[in-house]
């Protein structure tokens, strides 16, 4: 049984250049979070996503964008990127209502801006 | 709004020795608390988490965490520490899947 996925697990970019990265959730789950942590730092929470629409949102800029496709898989959108949004950017699914709601991580896409 | 504060950065223990993590967090409401443990390249694996109940928790691993509310902490435990424990450590507050986390300790295992 495959866990949380996510792709690429590098990436560089640039200053302005918009990215995407994608994430499957682990089999059975349907909702999925997305949490950026910078160097150093603890994971901060971007957004939740839940039956393709998002429900949670932290204190990030609308430049953080993202969608939630039927099959529960799930891609962050970063446009205009800045030298602050390198950072590692991991995918966490659940199973809304399950016995025992718990969020499992994926290893994360690793972005560098340059 | 909810934070959580890890005062130890690096820890380094002895193999065998015992080990405690601290951390203070701070929640409007009665919290939820997790720890979880991240590996080199790896993501974040729940080791425990408090919801409500009995006060000591047990996780994996052989870690158990107790909360004490009059100090608002989460503090987390083990009473003999193996190599394989060396990794950095994340305390966390809030929802199942909106977390506050701490900035983490890091803890290494001297043989």
């Known amino acids: 049984d495959a866990g949380v996925t996510q792709s690429p697990t590098h990436l560089i970019k640039t200053r302005g250049q918009q990215v995407t990265l994608r994430c499957s959730p682990k089999?059975?789950?349907?909702?999925v979070s997305w949490y950026q942590q910078a160097l150093g730092q603890g994971p901060q929470f971007i957004f939740q996503?839940?039956?393709?629409?998002?429900?949670q949102r932290g204190n990030f800029p609308d430049r953080f964008s993202g969608h939630q496709f039927p099959n529960y898989s799930s891609e962050l959108n970063v446009n205009a990127l800045l030298l602050g949004d390198s950072a590692l950017y991991l995918c966490?699914?659940?199973?809304?209502?399950?016995?025992?709601?718990?969020?499992?991580f994926g290893s994360g896409t690793q972005l560098s801006v340059l | 709004a909810q934070s959580v504060t890890q005062p130890d950065i690096h820890i380094t223990v002895s193999e065998g020795a015992s080990l405690e993590l601290r951390c203070n967090y701070s929640?409007?409401?009665?919290?939820?608390l997790f720890w979880y443990v991240q590996s080199p390249g790896q993501g974040l694996q729940l080791l425990l988490k408090?919801?409500?109940?009995?006060?000591l928790v047990q996780g994996i691993k052989g870690f158990e965490a107790e909360f004490k509310r009059s100090q608002s902490s989460f503090n987390l435990r083990k009473p003999s520490v193996h190599w394989s424990d060396a990794a950095e450590y994340f305390c966390?507050?809030?929802?199942?899947?909106?977390?506050?986390f701490g900035k983490g300790t890091l803890l290494t295992v001297n043989p």
């Open positions: 408090y919801f409500s109940g009995d006060t």
């Open positions: 929640y409007g409401a009665t919290p939820y």
């Open positions: 966490a699914s659940s199973r809304t209502g399950g016995e025992d709601e718990k969020l499992f």
């Open positions: 966390a507050v809030g929802a199942v899947y909106k977390l506050t």
């Open positions: 996503y839940y039956e393709e629409e998002e429900r």
């Open positions: 089999s059975g789950h349907d909702t």
